[in-house]
Structures are given as C-alpha cells and as structure tokens.
T-cell receptor
Framework: AQSVAQPEDQVNVAEGNPLTVKCTYS??????LFWYVQYPNRGLQFLLK??????LVKGSYGFEAEFNKSQTSFHLKKPSALVSDSALYFC????????????FGKGTTLSVSS | GAVVSQHPSWVICKSGTSVKIECRSL??????MFWYRQFPKQSLMLMAT?????????EQGVEKDKFLINHASLTLSTLTVTSAHPEDSSFYIC??????????????FGEGSWLTVV
C-alpha cells in the first residue's frame, strides 16, 4: 500500500531564512511525488512534482524539492522564506500507473514570521 | 493551464436533505476524477475514484449509498450527499486526471466545496 509521512505538524521559520518541509513515502514501484499548498478555505495549488529525471525539482514560487530514492524522501525547500508562504503544505504520492489517485500526507503547517 | 471547477463553492442545507456538488474539467477530458473529503486542519481522505461511464470505486468505509457519484461525461462528475446529517459537514475536493495530455499523470484539483448541514 502507498503511504506518505509528513513528520512535522508545524514548521516555524523567520522571514528570509531557508525552510524545509519533510516528506517520506512508501510505494511499490516507481513513485510519482507531488507537493501542494493550501491556503485557508481554499483548494490545493500545485507546487511541483517528481516523475523522473533530475532529483532536484524546481517548482512554483521559488520552491524546490529533492527526490532521494535511498532515503525514500522528497523534502520541500525554499532558500528564503516569505511571510506569504505561510500555509498548509501537503506531500502526495501515486504510482506511475495512469489514472491512480494521489495519497496525501497529513499536512504540515508552515508559519513564517516577520 | 488545465482548470478544474467545482460548484457550489459552499452550500448550507438542512439535515435530511440531499445536496449535489459538481466537478468539471474545463479544458481537457478527464477520464478519471477523484473525490476527497477534508476535515478542518486535516489531510485529504480519498472517498472514491470515478471513471467515465462506469460505477465509481469507493474507498473502504465510505458509504456508496450515501455519497452517490456519477461521471456521465468526460468533463463532469457529480457527488450527491444523500440524507445529509451534520456529521457530513466537511470540505469536499475533486480532482481530475488526464494522463494522456501531460506527462506524469498530472492531477488537477478543484477549489473545493464547503458543505454545512444544519
């Protein structure tokens, strides 16, 4: 069975500092990995995805994530956090088979202080 | 880019009534749509997978007679919450997949629908 773990309920960083939101996964076969952000009372916004190729994936709003197969991780990073980055972040995984649903982690609340 | 639209964005209904939520893919044909439920500050829980022209596949613990899903066309799936009760109040989000159009099984999400049952 597929699963995603986000070990931190909340991450607090100061504006301008680098941020990391952790994600590990478990899936049989090749994983497709995603990061989404959710602002209060809104749907999910796509940030980035890893399918194949370079392990470092660059996405929207300056975010990037690194796929590490040996550690089964896909941590989300940003070199310099903004207050406006404060939101709920979800890591998700699916297998490569087309038409399969995403399985989400529990989410991590990112709080960026000014 | 691809857009998935949900309607209504919020709805309040009386206990015992039914409410329908629509999910439309606006610029692509979605062979598969997914319905999720999210409680406040919690993760998205997959309710069912909807394939056009066939019956939906429900996740364990989801009552198929209560949450009716219809995927009658390649651009529209509907979720009907029947005989709604206050515990059905939640944020419902749909997503649509078009694996043939974009690489890597891209999945797009709607903006979600808030259901409050009073």
């Amino acid at each position: 069975a597929q699963s995603v773990a986000q070990p931190e309920d909340q991450v607090n960083v100061a504006e301008g500092n680098p941020l990391t939101v952790k994600c590990t996964y478990s899936v049989s076969g090749n994983p497709y990995l995603f990061w989404y952000v959710q602002y209060p009372n809104r749907g999910l916004q796509f940030l980035l995805k890893y399918i194949t190729g370079d392990n470092l994936v660059k996405g929207s709003y300056g975010f990037e994530a690194e796929f590490n197969k040996s550690q089964t991780s896909f941590h989300l990073k940003k070199p310099s956090a903004l207050v406006s980055d404060s939101a709920l972040y979800f890591c998700a995984v699916t297998q490569g088979q087309a038409g399969t649903a995403l399985i989400f982690g529990k989410g991590t609340t990112l709080s960026v202080s000014s | 880019g691809a857009v998935v639209s949900q309607h209504p964005s919020w709805v309040i209904c009386k206990s015992g009534t039914s409410v329908k939520i629509e999910c439309r893919s606006l610029d692509f044909q979605a062979t598969t749509m997914f319905w999720y439920r999210q409680f406040p500050k919690q993760s998205l829980m997959l309710m069912a997978t909807s394939n056009e022209g066939s019956k939906a596949t429900y996740e364990q613990g989801v009552e198929k007679d209560k949450f009716l899903i219809n995927h009658a066309s390649l651009t529209l799936s509907t979720l009907t919450v029947t005989s709604a009760h206050p515990e059905d109040s939640s944020f419902y989000i749909c997503s649509a997949s078009n694996p043939g159009r974009h690489s890597g099984n891209t999945i797009y999400f709607g903006e979600g629908s808030w259901l409050t049952v009073v």
